[in-house]
């Protein structure tokens, strides 16, 4: 149950509907999420499948004459709303949301001709901006695809069998041209060189990825190729394979590589080379033919790399930066924009159930919404 939608193919079944009736979900149903990482969550029911719901559910039915299942579903999305569940979490031995706590929340509720009012300008408001922010995510990925084009283009430069052509440049397997050192191994029961605090954090791949530190490593007796240093290129190996980084310092993690290039190789060059689409795609696809899916040291030399004179590695390497920071810019402002609407939506919200929200504002924030 996620951001108003149910993916119905990964919900389990139950063996016979008949022994589950007074659960069974029916047109109106409100369910709502009472514990877990989805607390307050809720989803309208409009067309289920033949559906019951599960114990960590409360579910909400509104009496039509009163309240409009659709307004209160509204009302599950509100600022106001949110502010009790989340002071009712925090105040809870379990971090949940009971139904007790739910019965007890205050709800403004206007004549039900003004419901269906409210109901038809949210919806059409909201389809404005769900339109609007799938077309920026869509943006986005436009973008990051002609980024990834314009890699495959620098990098799919033809090479003749002699491993050398006319423009200088040459083609090698990776294992010719660089050295691999692999990250610190630990013992998962007595934990060993793992200490409270030291100047050498361990680097898994979580903390690669979120630039954290969480565990360290004794300043004596690690393998001393385990340690990477600021200039270092790092290659997730295992788990989210494939991945690239530099600028870490720390004792890296066995799920993960350090790859030396020879002087010959721009380590510049060889970063973004080994992010662009084309090899991404042959490692993870020699990953996923194995048990456990994994680069050994092995399959990574075997793959060729194509490379011209050391002067147009780092020419190539600027060219790319400058792409780079074009898309970087590029996700901040669609991001922003993002953000402004969810923002823009809470706003709406906010008015409908304070008694502001009129035909005008909404016509008011149309223009805003397509921009």
Not at 20 to 25: A, D, H, T, V
Not at 265 to 271: A, E, G, P, R, T
Request: hydrophobic residues 35%; aromatic residues 10%.
């Amino acid at each position: 149950m996620q951001d108003g939608n149910v993916d119905w193919s990964t919900v389990p079944t139950c063996p016979k509907l008949d022994d589950f009736q007074k659960y069974e979900l029916k047109y109106g149903d409100i369910v709502f999420a009472r514990t877990g990482a989805t607390t307050g969550k809720s989803y309208l029911i409009k067309s289920p499948p033949k559906a019951v719901f599960a114990s960590y559910l409360i579910r909400v039915q509104t009496e039509i004459e009163k309240i409009l299942p659709e307004f209160l579903y509204l009302f599950f999305q509100s600022d106001s709303y949110w502010k009790v569940v989340e002071a009712g979490i925090s105040g809870s031995a379990q971090g949940g949301f009971n139904a007790k706590k739910l019965g007890n929340l205050q709800i403004p509720i206007p004549t039900l001709p003004e419901q269906k009012q409210i109901v038809a300008l949210l919806d059409k408001a909201f389809a404005a901006i769900d339109q609007a922010q799938a077309n920026i995510e869509k943006n986005i990925e436009n973008a990051k695809e002609l980024f990834q084009s314009k890699l495959n283009e620098i990098f799919s430069h033809p090479s003749t069998s002699s491993g050398q052509d006319g423009d200088g440049w040459e083609e090698k397997s990776l294992g010719e041209v660089c050295e691999l050192n692999q990250g610190l191994a630990i013992n998962a029961k007595t934990k060993h060189l793992l200490v409270e605090k030291s100047d050498l954090p361990l680097l898994r791949i979580k903390d690669l990825k979120n630039n954290t530190e969480e565990q360290y490593v004794s300043e004596t007796g690690y393998p001393e190729k385990s340690k990477v240093n600021i200039g270092d290129l790092i290659y997730t190996r295992t788990g989210s394979l494939g991945l690239v980084f530099r600028n870490r310092q720390g004792i890296l993690h066995n799920n993960s590589f350090k790859v030396e290039p020879i002087p010959e190789l721009s380590k510049n060059y060889l970063f973004w080379w080994l992010q662009h689409e084309a090899f991404t795609n042959i490692i993870i696809g020699l990953a996923s033919k194995a048990a456990q899916p994994d680069i050994t040291h092995k399959l990574f030399k075997k793959q060729i790399i194509n490379y011209p004179s050391f002067e147009e590695q780092e020419r190539f390497y600027d060219i790319i930066e400058n792409l780079n920071l074009e898309l970087k810019n590029l996700e901040e402002h669609y991001n922003q924009k993002h953000a402004n609407l969810e923002e823009l939506k809470k706003s709406i919200l906010q008015k409908a159930f304070s008694g502001e929200l009129t035909k005008q504002l909404i016509m008011d924030n149309e223009e805003l919404i397509m921009k």
